[in-house]
């Protein structure tokens, strides 16, 4: 399926791929949704779980499965505005839910973290052009949340579950690039991880602080290609799970 939006880090081009390495499960949870390209591209589960404390992603999930009808006969402006962006910002962080307000950040910052203000990310393309009843049949047996992705393991673990998470990776958590998720601790996760009744895959940069941490599970590594105005780069990544 089409992202509802594109984010930095996002695992779309990759889904089919990551998909291809899942076993059965009944309960499936993501514990860092992001733009949820693994959730919107695998086969429904009886309970899918999609968590993420970033606020825009809970907002626009959420408001995607709920207010759908509202969004999609509604006629939005989407040209880029500094001044309009800087105060849905506020009104997000004085507990706005809004899903348009939401969508109108991701869309219009840098590489859709949502945290700065860009004009040129779509060139003169500023019509947003997703139809968010086309998620009904996807969102049916879903819960959507906003909590630490401990609780969020402690929660839903069991022998039918199966975790996806694809955190801040190393080079993101040294640059601060998330606003939302600075506090990511790679030890805790898998000493949290390492204890778990169901299966897991945890995408990760390969970097010798990863692994040396993860090192006592099975490091898949997985082949990226970017296409930069720039150049084109070939990185491996990794895809550690234990099974």
């Known amino acids: 399926m089409k992202l509802i939006f594109s984010r930095f880090g996002g695992k779309f081009k990759k889904s089919k791929e990551i998909i291809s390495h899942f076993t059965n499960h009944k309960i499936y949870v993501e514990c860092f949704l992001g733009s949820g390209a ?34 999609d006969n509604t006629e939005w402006d989407w040209k880029p505005n500094k001044e309009k962006w800087i105060q849905f910002k506020k009104d997000l962080s004085n507990g706005d839910t809004d899903l348009y307000k939401s969508i109108y950040i991701i869309y219009h910052s840098w590489s859709g973290l949502g945290s700065n203000f860009t004009a040129t990310r779509w060139g003169d393309n500023y019509n947003y052009k997703r139809v968010l009843s086309d998620y009904i049949e996807k969102f049916k047996n879903t819960e959507i949340h906003k909590k630490d992705y ?19 990776y190393d080079v993101a958590l040294k640059k601060n ?58 990185v491996k990544e990794y895809l550690i799970t234990n099974i």
């Open 177 to 234: 690039y998330y606003e939302y998720q600075g506090g990511i601790n790679f030890i805790e996760m898998r000493d949290k991880l390492k204890n778990i009744k169901g299966k897991f895959f945890l995408s990760l940069d390969i970097t010798p602080l990863t692994t040396e941490i993860f090192k006592e599970f099975n490091l898949n590594e997985i082949i990226f290609k970017y296409d930069t105005r720039k150049h084109n780069k070939i």
């Open 150 to 168: 401990l609780d969020i393991i402690d929660k839903y673990d069991s022998e039918d579950t199966l975790f996806y998470l694809d955190p801040p």
């Open 38 to 71: 693994i959730f919107l591209n695998k086969d429904s589960s009886e309970l899918s779980v999609l968590n993420d404390l970033d606020p825009l992603i809970y907002n626009i999930f959420k408001g995607a499965k709920e207010n759908y009808e509202i969004f």
